[in-house]
């Protein structure tokens, strides 16, 4: 009986864990289906602006964790439609992340081969 509990506890803890949104799922897709600039059109901005990974990654986490319009990459008019967003609530670790699993994501230069 023991067998079968830890076996069914097994499994139940394995489902979970395979289909479980990640945190870039959980707290960044969402907000952003509604938005007429994609994730990957934001992407490209902080990409053309910023150029590489490190300073693309520090650049958005400075910018989702104390938000300023001189900060943002999008266009004024974007931002007088949409405003900043509000601070991320994401602690650093989970938005470091999130911002690894958006890089990976829509970083082109890893799907040329």
Known sequence: MKNLI??????????????????????????????????????????????????????????????DKRLSVMSDLFIDRFGIKKKSKLSEKELEEAIDIYWDLYNVRNKLR
Do not use: W
């Not at 897709?29 to 490209?44: E, N, T, Y």
């Open 6 to 67: 830890k076996r069914v506890a097994f499994v139940v803890l394995f489902s979970t864990m395979l289909f479980s949104q990640n945190v870039f799922e959980e707290n960044c897709k969402d907000c952003h289906r509604d938005l007429p600039a994609s994730l990957q059109r934001m992407f490209m901005a902080y990409l053309k602006v910023y150029s590489g990974e490190i300073t693309v990654k520090a650049a958005l986490k400075g910018y989702l964790m104390k938000p």
